[in-house]
């Protein structure tokens, strides 16, 4: 296969360039195919279905893994949530239930972000530290007319909190409960969600057809890709690292799948 022509190659962050963001060990294949491209010229980019962190706070463990690229080529799953909200009302006022700094890509967005009604989208990524409070008047916001948006979309995850190394639950099971209380439905912002993955080449300027999406998970990554028709390689981790989505229907074959990345450097 000739990767030669690809001009744009973008990465997923968890279990594919490091371990994930609050373990940034790098992975050594995924630096040497980073240091090559980089060699080659090409540009790189981040979409990762994080949620709870802020595209900065992604930029900086990347950093500490090695990785180096601008703030602005780094995309969420919460600067997507951002972008779904503002393409559809660009002066809604938004509840973000967040452990990290979403609410920063909001805000970078002109979206107004706030604890007090009226609200128009409730916004939910991971949060350790959530109240009954806040789930309650998250709650009662989607009762009285507010869209739902589940920022990524994973029932748990692996992590570290307050010094705990532990499985915590995820934005999906916090959504499940508003969406329980409510009758209500989420929207998941993530990938493999199509529209994020198009807003991310489109605001990076490139073609689908000189485009590559790289990473661990057939069910985000490759489905994400696929839906689009880029190039997708799957390269193979530790199995209990993956962290489970929902494709639905789409496609989750990649184009290529690697056992290292290393053997994607002889086709650039
Ligand atoms: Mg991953």
């Given at each position: 296969m000739d990767l030669s022509g690809k001009r744009l190659w973008v990465f997923d962050v968890d279990?594919?360039?490091?371990?994930?963001v609050e373990h940034p060990t790098p992975f050594e294949d995924a630096l040497r195919l980073w240091r090559a491209l980089e060699e080659k010229g090409v540009t790189l980019a981040i979409l990762t279905?994080?949620?709870?962190?802020?595209s900065r706070q992604v930029h900086q463990a990347l950093e500490k893994g090695g990785f180096n690229l601008s703030v602005e080529n780094v995309f969420t799953a919460g600067a997507a949530a951002a972008a779904f909200v503002y393409h559809r009302n660009p002066r809604a006022r938004c509840f973000v239930i967040c452990e990290g700094g979403v609410q920063e890509d909001f805000i970078a967005r002109g979206l107004d972000v706030t604890n007090?009604?009226?609200?128009d989208y409730v916004a939910v990524a991971a949060d350790r530290g959530m109240t009954y409070n806040e789930l309650n008047f998250a709650t009662k916001m989607v009762k009285q007319g507010a869209g739902l948006i589940c920022?990524?979309?994973?029932r748990d995850y692996p992590g570290v909190y307050l010094g705990q190394d532990d499985v915590y639950i995820g934005e999906l099971s916090i959504a499940a409960a508003i969406e329980h209380a409510t009758g209500s439905e989420a929207v998941i912002v993530g990938k493999p969600l199509p529209e994020i993955v198009l807003e991310t080449l489109k605001i990076m300027g490139f073609e689908i057809s000189d485009s590559v999406m790289v990473g661990d998970n057939p069910r985000s990554d490759i489905a994400g890709g696929n839906a689009v028709g880029m190039t997708t390689i799957l390269v193979q981790r530790d199995p209990k690292n993956i962290v489970d989505f929902d494709s639905g229907t789409?496609?989750?074959?990649?184009t290529m799948t690697v056992e290292s990345l290393d053997d994607v450097i002889k086709f650039l």
């Open positions: 279990n594919t360039l490091i371990l994930d279905n994080v949620g709870r962190l802020s007090n009604p009226p609200i920022i990524s979309g994973s789409l496609d989750t074959n990649p």
